[in-house]
């Protein structure tokens, strides 16, 4: 079997039980290429780095290596579920961080596609070093992927501006922080979320019925059945306007949490929350309320978790930027 670029051709065979693989130059105008790559795999495999093509032999204008299986990062990043994403994007991390402690720039870590492989345990290896260049100490593979996880929303534009004022070392851990903390969404699993959100939609519900429908509130001095006809705490605001907005907040909120800009916890409550009092609205044209404090707007469960995911939201903005600092 072959493949071909550019400047190269692959062969692949099998040799003593081994998957071999071949890649020599196109014609004689390519050679230097194959062996200022040859040259560097010669360097990587003599400091022990195991991600990157193994050497078997070499010659004038070709080189044998142990065939690397698996499939593109784009591939196996695209599937991933957001915890194995988190996974992937940490290791491609220690693989930029790798080579930019042994000064050697790969230049294709601004776009881990094609050259990049993840085989079955989830291993990343590196291929292709062609337009590799040693010297650079400043970290170089580790700012070229900042601009990817940029893209991918891994890290922010101020980040990203951030590590250039950093070495190596630093990008590293500043990078590795940013990203082992960022809350992930695949903490809201489909289990989690037919399971969570449920329960606190059938608590608000239960303490409607028996606090409002079966007037349990007559025992109670802080109970006082209310008809709610606006939206939350009693705002005044028209029924069909109060619909379409509740609709509309629901989309926004399911894309604010996709794109992690709403943690988890606020998501789960806020979600809770905002479809049974919809639901109310569209059965009753009003929602049922029934805890009175007296000095304060009648309310009811689904209340307390939207005003509960305002505080979380804020604390959780806050503790995200004091770890950032």
């Known amino acids: 079997m072959k493949l071909e670029g550019r400047r190269w051709v692959i062969t692949l065979k099998h040799h003593e039980g081994k998957k071999i693989a071949t890649k020599s130059a196109k014609d004689t105008s390519k ?16 400091a022990k780095i195991w991600f ?52 050697i720039v790969h230049g294709e870590f601004i776009r881990p596609f094609t050259n990049m492989l993840v085989n079955q345990q989830g291993e990343i290896s590196i291929i292709d070093f062609e337009r590799w260049w040693f010297g650079d100490k400043s970290g170089k593979n580790m700012r070229s992927l900042s601009q990817w996880l940029l893209g991918e929303q891994w890290i922010r534009l101020q980040d990203a501006k951030q590590l250039w004022t950093l070495d190596a070392d630093a990008i590293y851990i500043y990078v590795k922080k940013i990203i082992s903390q960022k809350k992930s ?16 939609i059938t608590l608000d519900q239960l303490t409607k019925y028996l606090f409002f429908d079966l007037e349990w509130w007559s025992a109670f001095t802080l109970l006082t059945p209310a008809f709610n006809t606006w939206i939350w705490w009693s705002l005044p605001i028209p029924l069909q306007i109060v619909i379409w907005l509740s609709l509309v907040i629901c ?75």
């Not at 699993?189 to 606190?200: A, E, G, K, N, Q």
């Open 31 to 46: 050679k230097g290429a194959i062996n200022k790559e040859q040259q560097i795999l010669m360097h990587l495999q003599t």
């Open 52 to 103: 990157t093509p193994q050497l078997i032999d070499s010659w004038d204008g070709w080189f044998s290596y142990d065939r690397i299986e698996g499939e593109h990062f784009k591939t196996a990043y695209a599937r991933a579920s957001m915890i194995h994403k988190k996974t992937l994007v940490l290791k491609l991390l220690e693989r930029a961080y790798t080579l930019d402690t042994l000064w």
């Open 185 to 200: 969404k695949a903490t809201i699993t489909p289990s989690s979320i037919f399971l969570r959100i449920p329960v606190l």
């Open 251 to 325: 989309i926004a909120i399911f894309y604010a949490w996709k794109y992690t800009y709403l943690d988890t916890v606020s998501f789960i409550l806020i979600t809770s929350g905002a479809i049974w009092n919809l639901i109310d609205r569209i059965w009753l044209s009003w929602v049922r309320d029934f805890v009175d404090l007296q000095y304060r707007p009648i309310f009811n469960a689904a209340d307390v978790y939207l005003s509960l995911a305002i505080i979380y939201l804020i604390y959780y903005q806050f503790k995200q930027s004091y770890a950032d600092n």
